[in-house]
């Protein structure tokens, strides 16, 4: 057996005669450049051509006691397209013309025969026989493509008349593809459209490719495949004749372009809320020191009189601010998230086909045209994740609009990648979201120029963006902030220069340890003021606001407790190292600069193991919140709820 490459790749001949001596001169005509099957026997020949599909050329005597050359021709345009070459010993004329007449031979030679010529013969039927499996082949492919493609898709000649056409592209005018063939866009299209058919048409004329987006009027026929299209034409290269055809592609990105709508109104929303959160803590915070102080200056005045009614009158003002502010957080807070265990590798494998496309589209509108590619990888962590407790459509635009940034960001193309790992935080990480627990990482890394350690220090603000105006609002990774800060995750972006760009995202583990199941704490009801508890406590406070702080203090004075009071976690902390005395319970703020109500406690408790703890907030994610909601407490307050959190706390036992 011949295992030279270059014979693997030679025309086949099959050569059939029942004299031996004739297949051993025509085989050493032929093996230099042939691969040559022979036989003498016209049935083995058949079913030589039954088993292989690689025979180009059939040469055969026609005079064989077995069976005719031209019947045993005939017989194999049963199993072979083979070009047929039938030789004749003398004048069997009358056999040689039925058997051309009826196509089952493209020439034949006498006996005996010219070798140069019958050599020639035979090359040009393997070359014609090469061309013609070509030909077939290239139709299978596009007839495969015009049938299965999902976009409509027409071929049309210099004259702009559709050649080719698919169903998907027919149904767009509102016929078959018999009555599209022949005829142009602008005599297929409705009225309405032929304006934008015919600019379109001058756009391909002057730069050889043209790309729009459209959205369909109801009444559009095409309408009914997607409410918004994008078209792209391209000049190809010379047909048949010389002259330059064109193609056509009708695309349906109706779901790009609403979830691209859902995207902006979620960007928007989310930048009003961050916005309206922050207001919210600052007004807590005034509130609380306002309703303390009035309800400790109550305390000390008379019960009826001008004084009291006018303490009282404050106190009611101050309750609807703090009202009003309850009302605040509701906005801010996504209240229509859908939380629900998500499987994040499914979820990612199926938003490929939307990545893809929206690359493209992307790229369309000002990448440059250079080619961006997208890679959804997660084999390193294929059955090795367990679910998160997320809402997964939001994270669908959290990703995507990751990617989006990424091809932005890469006007010379390149490959995103978006890959998924298994994350464990084994104690608090300073200035982060991330307390100890597992975390599932959704990571979008691009190749693109990369930012400045100032830019990449405001990121998360609302309404800071780097690009040009009109191409970005500056609220996308602001909302996917307040989003996966939300579920209790954090958001990591790592950039340097020219060096491209890495963004984490890093979700809560469903029931992972405290982190994954987090809900935003329930008000307790409010207690009664003889509800205090039974002993004198030494108490901790830690607040950065002075007029929260001196409020917290006096509530605990006034019901007997000692107490020491620190601005920063930082001192909390540095007394506790320096041997405090003795202390039952620390009173934390969770929102403080440098270092926060988390950290301070994680810090506090490792000095002094099972100290118990009432956390306070005037608005925090879920996130920024510890699990449970019996040791955390709002603002603004009263000294009867303060009085009921801590009776509860005291009553557990200690951690």
Known sequence: MNTDPAAQVRPVVLLVDDEAEILVALTDLLEDTFTVLSTTSPTEALEILSTRNDVDVIVSDQRMPEMGGDVMLARARAHSDAQAILLTGYADIGAVAAALNQGRISFYSHKPWDPDALRAMIVQAADYHRLERELRTERMLLHGLLDNLRSGLGFKDAQGRFIRINQQAADFYGRDINACLGRTEEELCDADLLPIVRAASARLRAE???????????????????RWREITRVVLGALGDGSAGSVVINRDITRQQEMAARLRQAEKMQALGTLAGGIAHDFNNLLTAVLGSLELVRDMGPEEGPMARLLDNAAAAAQRGASLTRRLLNFSRPRDLSLEP?????????MKDLLAQTVVSRQGKGANGQ????????????GALPPVCTDAGQLELAVLNLCINAVDAMPGGGMIVVSTALKQVKEIVAGTNLVPGNYVMVSVTDQGVGMSPDTLA?????????????????????MIYGFIRHVGGEVQVRSQPGEGTRVDLCLPVQGGGGVGERSLPARLPQAKAGGSSARALHVMVVDDEPGVRA????????????????????????????????????IMDVMMPGMGGLETVHHLQALR???????????????????????????????????AHIDRIMQRPSD
Request: hydrophobic residues 40%; aromatic residues 6%; contains cysteine.
């Open 208 to 226: 050889g490719r043209d790309e729009e987006a459209l959205e369909l009027p109801a009444h559009i026929r095409g309408a009914a495949q997607g």
């Open 342 to 350: 998500v499987d994040v590798n499914a979820l990612l494998h199926g």
């Open 371 to 382: 080619p961006c590619s997208i890679v959804v990888d997660t084999a390193a962590s294929d």
């Open 458 to 478: 405001r990121v998360f603000e609302p309404f800071f963006t780097t690009k040009d105006m009109g191409r970005g609002t500056g609220l996308g990774l602001s």
């Open 551 to 586: 409020v917290t203090v006096g509530f605990l004075r006034a019901r007997g407790h000692e107490v020491c009071e620190y601005s920063s976690g930082t001192a909390a902390v540095q007394a506790m190292k320096e041997g405090l005395g003795p202390i039952d319970l620390v």
């Open 609 to 643: 193991p099972g100290l118990r703890v009432l956390y306070l907030t005037g608005y925090a994610s879920a996130g920024a919140l510890p699990a449970g909601s019996a040791n955390v407490m709002h603002k603004p307050f009263t000294q009867a709820d303060l009085a």
